[in-house]
Each structure stands twice: as C-alpha cells, then as structure tokens.
C-alpha cells in the first residue's frame, strides 16, 4: 500500500524504525492531492509549503532526540471553520474569504504540540449548515468512492480528502450529523465526542448548544488516538467539562461480551434502504456471534427530532452569524449608511443556505413567536433526551444506520431543502441529547456506495464506542 493510504498508527511505525522521514510522508500526501484535488475538491487552502518546512523541522528535532509521539508528523487535514493562527479561516462562505486567523484553536495548539503537520484546511458547507458539501462558495466537494455523488456533509472535504489519501487523519465539526454522516459515505470512520469533552475555542460557532469537535479517521485506532489529543477542559470554552480523559487506547479491544446493544425500532422505518438495513442486520449478527446481548429499545420522541433541531439550529445561528456585519472582519461592501453597508455586506456574503437559515432563526426568536417555536422545540430536546436517558437505564450502546441512504448523486436535494435536511434524521438526535457517537463502515451497496454504521453511547462514555467499534473492525476488516 502507498504511504498516503496508510493509518496514522502504522506510519507511527514506520517513523520509529526510521524506515521513513516526515518529509517523505508529508510529499506523499502532497503528491496525492496534486494527483487527485482537482478532480474531488477536498481543499480550500493546501497549505503546502508551511507543511513541507513544518516537516523538516520535525526531521531535524527527531535526529536531535525528539520522541516521536503517536501522531507526530502525521499530515491533518482541517475543517475550515477551525482556526489556525495565521491561515485562512473562511467556512466557506464569501463573508470570510479574506479572513486570516489571528489565533490556533485549543484543538490545533495540541495538535501542533504533538507535532503533527497542518496539511491544508478542507472543504464544507457554508458554516457547516447543510448535508452534501454542495453549499460551499469556492464549489462543492466530490465523493472519492463516486465522484457522481456527495461526500456528504458538512464536513464533507475533511472526509473526503482522508477517503482519498489527501490527508493521514483530519477534524471536523459536528452539530447534527456533520462528522458521522461524511464519514459513513466517504467510508471512513468519524466521531462526535460527547458535548463538552472537546473545547471549542476557536472554532467558529453555528449553533453553540449543539456543535462538537471530532475526528474522522481511516480506522479506529487513530480515531481513539486523535481522540487522546483532542480531549479535556478548557477554561476557554465556558462548556467545556471538567473530566478525567482516559487512555482511549486502553478501549480498542476485540470483546462485546455481555455489552448490552440496544436496537431503537425508529431508526429503521421504511425510510431506510434495504440494503442499509441488511447491512445493519448483518452488523447485529456478527456482535450477537461475538457474546452481545441485543434487544429492541423505543425512543418515541424520535419523530420530533428534525423540527426541534431546525429550530434550534436556526436560532442559535442567527444569533451567532450577526457578527458578520463587515466591521469586525470580513468582507464590507461600501456604503456612506451604515445600515445599508450591513445589508450589502450580509446580502453578498451569505449563501442561499445561510441566508434562508437566519431568516429562519429570526423568526423563531421574535416577540411572538418564541414561544410557540422555540420554548416548544426545548421542551421536544428534553423529551428527546430523556428517551435515552431511559434506554441507557439498560444498554451500554445503541445500533442504527448513520443516514437512510447511501450518499446521494451531486445535486440530486439541491432545490429542495426539507428532503436534504431528512438525511439527517438518524443523527441529529444525538446532538440534541449531547451524546457521543461513532460512524464506521460497514460494507458497500451494490452500486459500491459505502454504508455507515452509528454506535451511540451514553454521555463520556467513548470507550464504549471504541471498544465495540473496534471489535466489529476486528472481525470484518471493514475498514480500509
Ligand atoms: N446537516 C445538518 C445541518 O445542515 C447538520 C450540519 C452539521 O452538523 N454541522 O444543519
């Protein structure tokens, strides 16, 4: 296999036995994306110089005694609405093309103390609202596996360019499916850390009760170790929970015996695709054969799920998206009235996504409306939860498909946003409840698009995830 195809944990190897520099690691990865990111569009900005020189550093303080740590001079590839001191951080909208970070998120300061290598910062849906990396201004993103369909979305380039060798490991952000859903249709494997668990300071907000920080990865050894970085408190972020992180290693083992798996009936209506769906039955076959126990769980609330989300999103991220005035940074559109040159400024910069969001969200907020919108779509969240608090009275883990479908072909939802925001009915209730989990593969439809399975556990508890994640990757060499 070629060097830009391996796991992070076996180019650890590799460096250890100094059978390979992390200048050759890093041209490999670049030459992969020469090759290839004209065709997938993973990349907003490669970043290729900075990680070539970044590598040699790396070389030089190796040869002087550096411990090569696990991800040390791994190429990452990041999400561009995470900030990196002195790059470009646009999330993909026309507002912040000229945007230069003045500061490194939390995530990236640990990642550049760990020594891995910024490789570029990826494509994704305008502030991270959509499902297909389609609504991005600088073009959409293609699925490596198909380039006729999506990559998913919204952090659909971050998936993509580790699908396709243009990245070693990579982040992205999750607010209601946006790490799972990409991950399942790039075939890869991504995680939505439990709320809190992963500081967001810097990172750019969409819906600030929701978003989370996560890994997507080529397997889930270097989920677990991406995950040992990226974890713990922050007094940056006011959200951030004060917890002990474990060795998330010390999960990767090929053993369900006793896990209690739970199956919610809601998540396998006749919306799903049987070949989804077999492949999940399949998936319960092989934990059943391994000693899990499985049973049937309901989650009634799941229904509401899609119109709680829709409007708390939406409000959320009217609230957060009014500081693109053209003041603070960003792009300004001239105007001697400065109400007017906020209304240019906004009307120019935002997407039709964006724009139909905030509009959204305004209204959800106003005098009048709260109440029956709003305060009525918290009170869907706690039910929502409660479904499973209840369920996680007795399951260590529930099963169910990441999305209904496999990725879909490029413009197929386009004109019609409901059907796009239908894709994510099986992950936004997550979110909601702030629960952690885990998106792997789990084989291919007869068209060769890839399916994803979703683990999801209770809050902290990621090592559950890892450990049956890991055991189904074990005995199915899914992954990869
Ligand atoms: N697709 C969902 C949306 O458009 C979720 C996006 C995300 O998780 N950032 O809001």
Redesign the pocket.
């Known amino acids: 296999m070629e060097l830009a195809e391996l796991a992070a944990h076996e180019i650890h190897c590799l460096l250890k036995k100094k059978e390979v520099s992390v200048v050759e690691v890093v041209d490999a990865v670049l030459t992969r994306i020469d090759e290839v990111d004209d065709n997938i569009g993973a990349f907003i900005t490669v970043n290729g110089e900075g990680a070539q020189r970044e590598a040699l550093r790396i070389d030089q303080e190796i040869s002087r005694g550096r411990e090569i740590l696990p991800l040390t001079g791994i190429p990452v590839a990041i999400k561009d609405l995470i900030c990196i001191k002195g790059m470009k951080t646009t999330c993909a909208s026309r507002i912040l093309n000229n945007f230069y970070s003045p500061y490194d998120a939390t995530v990236i300061e640990k990642l550049r103390e760990a020594g891995t290598i910024f490789i570029g910062k990826t494509n994704m849906d305008e502030f ?4 297909s990396t389609e609504n991005s201004c600088f073009g959409i993103t293609r699925n490596p596996l198909n380039p006729d369909t999506v990559p998913g ?2 952090s659909g380039g971050s998936a993509a360019a580790v699908a396709a060798g243009e990245a070693i490991i990579a982040l992205g ?6 790490i799972r859903q990409p991950a399942a249709f790039c075939g890869v494997v991504g995680l939505v850390p439990t709320y809190g668990l992963v500081s967001r300071f810097g990172l750019v907000a ?1 819906a600030s009760s929701l978003d989370q920080i996560g890994p997507i990865t080529r397997d889930v050894r270097d989920c677990a170790l991406l995950m040992n970085l990226i974890c713990g408190y922050d007094p940056r972020d006011s959200t951030s929970a004060a917890t002990n992180i474990p060795d998330y290693t010390d999960s990767l083992l090929n053993d369900v015996r006793e896990v209690k798996i739970g199956i919610p009936k809601q998540y396998f209506g006749e919306e799903v695709d049987e070949e989804v769906a077999e492949a999940m039955r399949e998936a319960m076959a092989l934990f059943k054969r391994h000693g899990a126990k499985i049973e049937n769980v309901s989650l009634p609330n799941t229904e509401y799920a899609i119109a709680t989300y829709y409007l708390i ?1 939406t409000a959320e991220a009217s609230s957060n998206l009014a500081r693109y005035d053209g003041v603070g940074y960003g792009q300004r559109e001239k105007s001697d009235n400065i109400l007017e040159m906020y209304e240019k400024t906004r009307e120019a910069g935002f997407g039709d996504e964006v724009k139909r969001r905030i509009m959204l969200g305004t209204y959800v907020l106003s005098a009048g409306y709260y109440e029956t919108y709003y305060l009525k779509a918290q009170q869907a969240r706690a039910l929502i939860r409660d479904d499973f608090e209840k369920a996680f009275q007795k399951f260590d883990c529930l099963l169910a498909p990441v999305s209904p479908t496999t990725a879909f072909k490029v413009g197929e939802k386009t004109d019609d946003p409901l059907k796009m925001y239908l894709s ?1 009915i099986f992950t936004i209730p997550v979110n909601l409840a702030g629960l952690p989990a885990i998106s792997i593969p789990c084989g291919f439809n007869s068209l060769g698009s890839a399916i994803g399975l979703q683990l999801i556990a209770k809050p902290f508890n990621e090592e559950m995830l890892l450990r049956v994640a890991y055991t189904f990757e074990e005995n199915t060499k899914m992954s990869r």
């Open positions: 991270a609202m959509g499902s979305g919204s952000s999750d607010t209601g499916g946006s969409f999103a994510d």
